[in-house]
């Protein structure tokens, strides 16, 4: 009879499955990081799965993919020092795979590292007028890309101006500035990451009181042929009983005499640490303008 009944098929074959996203990221511990992966061609829906490269069989704790493509690192994620102390460095695998069965991969280089650590001068001390400044503080760990900040500064006295203290973002360079007033800071340093991870760090400031003269006498008189002695006395500046180190230094910066400018003064002399003066009773008589000058270990200095 040759009777027969005709349908017609649409017969779709589409190009095998693709995949596309970054080949590598770089993370910190603790910071939840992201990178999308993006399934074209092939027959949609697609499923992904994130594996070790090295066997697909295997996956890793606290990096999953999500059913759009999206990788996700957990800020739960520890840091087992695979490729070095202090980093992690996984080849990792993406399958994705269409509706037919059709599969891609393409492998991601993950990096990650250990939480970041600060490490830099914990104790500066100076005079008022003198400015001083920290070592660059260091990073250990973390994700390249550190900027340094100051948290906060506190000071001893409950003042609240803290303008003389400032950081270099990029160094980590703590400055108390020659402005500074006498007090003491405690100031906290703070370094993050490029991906966010933070860690601080507390460096102390003394700023000693600048230095006081005491003298016995501005004027002196005396007669030729005995010697005469006067004491003077100074007190702040930095040394070793105010936080620093050394001890105040007495000098003469300069003695004038009004009858001649080119007489010998060699006669006259001070006890650099005790700051006794003395004019010997071969002084020739005139009168003299005696400068004499204290001075701390940060240089800082008074004169009278």
């Not at 795979?97 to 600060?118: F, K, P, Y």
């Not at 914990?122 to 890309?145: D, E, H, M, P, Q």
């Not at 006498?217 to 040394?239: E, H, K, Q």
Request: proline share 1%; no cysteine; hydrophobic share 35%.
């Amino acid at each position: 009879m040759s009777a027969y009944r005709e349908t017609t098929l649409v017969l779709r074959v589409n190009e095998t499955v693709a995949i596309s996203g970054a080949a590598s990221i770089t993370t910190t511990e603790g910071r939840e990081t992201t990178v999308a992966f993006t399934a074209s061609k092939g027959t949609g829906p697609y499923t992904y799965q994130i594996v070790k490269s090295e066997n697909y069989a295997q996956t890793v704790s606290g990096i999953t993919i999500s059913e759009t493509g999206l990788v996700r690192i957990s800020s739960s994620y520890i840091v087992e020092s695979l490729t070095a102390t202090g980093v992690d460095t996984r080849s990792m695998t993406v399958i994705v795979t269409d509706a037919v069965g059709d599969t891609m991969t393409t492998v991601i280089t993950i990096t990650i590292n250990d939480a970041v650590l600060l490490a830099g001068d914990t104790y500066l001390v100076t005079t008022v007028t003198k400015a001083i400044s920290s070592r660059a503080f260091t990073t250990t760990y973390g994700t390249a890309g550190f900027t340094y900040s100051i948290a906060s500064v506190s000071r001893q006295s409950g003042a609240s101006d803290t303008s003389s203290i400032s950081i270099v973002s990029g160094t980590g360079v703590v400055t108390a500035s020659a402005a500074a007033p006498a007090d003491t800071y405690t100031v906290i340093v703070r370094v993050t990451d490029s991906r966010g991870d933070t860690e601080q760090a507390t460096l102390t400031i003394r700023v000693n009181e600048t230095i006081t003269f005491t003298a016995a006498t501005t004027r002196l008189t005396t007669t030729y042929s005995r010697d005469t002695t006067v004491a003077f006395a100074a007190t702040g500046g930095t040394t070793s009983s105010t936080g620093g180190s050394g001890a105040l230094t007495f000098s003469i910066t300069s003695i004038a005499r009004t009858t001649t400018t080119a007489g010998d003064t060699s006669t006259i002399t001070i006890n650099s640490a005790s700051g006794l003066l003395t004019i010997l009773g071969t002084t020739q008589h005139d009168t003299y303008t005696i400068v004499i000058r204290v001075t701390d270990s940060m240089s800082a200095y008074r004169e009278t």
